[in-house]
């Protein structure tokens, strides 16, 4: 048997739960299972799975091997599939990472489709807006917004991400229209914590920029809580057009200090360099760029 015959060999022992159940389930000798086992970690020179006569468990080293044989194996059996017919439905399991909010909003309808396409393709996601490191998770990408400052990922632009200020009719009716970027510091503001900045950027119609103090009456760690702070007239906030396009088109928020921008951003697709990119991560960059492009719906709807 060779390498990749090894690699099924020990997924099958993890996923059985042991050698005997795997030995049973590949129809071959326990004691040929046992072999291939401890062939397998002397030529990595690690124990994969700690035995004892009554119980087994995976390692540390043994769990690491595993997503990453899991990986192979899948790669392996796409390029098989698709060297014998490009167009064909992709298989195996791709991993992803995503932020909460856009994740939610935008990318769960446009996976639905994605799924609906192949179906004999496993997604496993993981909505969060913390910072996952991809090696460690064993993800095949993540999709992030902002700056990237990790030089160790490759990253594909997916779209722009523009942003507004803005506040509920209520509210301005209430405290009054800010004509000036200065204005803002005598009103209520909401900042969201995951930004690494406790002040807001504006840019003037001659491009020249402005930095304005946040001291928020409400922090949180979530976009779309703070965009309904907001409809709820508990103040001023800058927020993704992504999030709050709706509130935008319907009315329930408008525009503060139109003569102003927030400085852009971007969504990428992100994965570590060292990785190969599967086709069904590649298809699925391919499709996500199509399906938002340069204009995102969500802007043509807000504006």
């Given at each position: 048997m060779g390498q990749l015959e090894d690699m099924q060999i020990y997924i099958r022992v993890v996923e059985a739960g042991g050698i005997g159940p795997a030995a049973e389930q590949l129809s071959i000798a326990k004691s040929a299972v046992s072999r291939r086992l401890a062939a397998l970690e002397a030529r990595l020179g690690v124990t994969l799975i700690n035995r004892t006569t009554r119980t087994s468990s995976v390692t540390e080293a043994g769990k690491l091997y595993y997503s990453r044989a899991l990986q192979v194996v899948d790669d392996v059996a796409e390029l098989d599939t698709l060297a014998a017919d490009p167009q064909t439905s992709l298989q195996g399991t791709l991993r992803l990472a995503a932020p909460l909010s856009f994740g939610l909003d935008h990318l769960a309808p446009a996976l639905d489709i994605f799924a609906q396409d192949h179906p004999e393709l496993t997604l496993h996601v993981d909505f969060s807006d913390q910072h996952i490191d991809l090696v460690e998770g064993g993800y095949d990408l993540a999709f992030r917004i902002g700056n990237l400052e990790d030089s160790s990922l490759k990253a594909r632009r997916i779209s722009p991400v523009h942003f507004v200020l803005c506040a509920s009719p209520d509210y301005l009716q209430r405290r009054g229209t800010p004509r000036h970027p200065d204005e803002l510091k005598s009103h209520a503001l909401l900042r969201y914590t995951l930004v690494n900045t406790s002040s807001w950027k504006l840019r003037d119609q001659q491009g020249h920029e402005t930095s304005v103090p946040v001291a928020a009456k409400i922090i949180a760690n979530n976009g779309h809580f703070l965009c309904?702070?907001?409809?709820?007239?508990?103040?001023?906030?800058?927020?993704?057009?992504?999030?709050?396009?709706q509130a935008l088109s319907t009315g329930d928020l408008v525009t503060v200090l139109p003569d102003y921008t927030v400085p852009s951003s971007h969504a990428y697709a992100v994965y570590p360099e060292t990785r190969y990119l599967s086709q069904r991560a590649r298809r699925l960059i391919d499709y996500l760029r199509e399906r938002f492009g340069d204009k995102p719906y969500w802007d043509q709807l807000a504006f």
């Open positions: 309904k702070m907001g409809m709820a007239g508990h103040g001023i906030l800058v927020t993704p057009t992504f999030i709050a396009w």
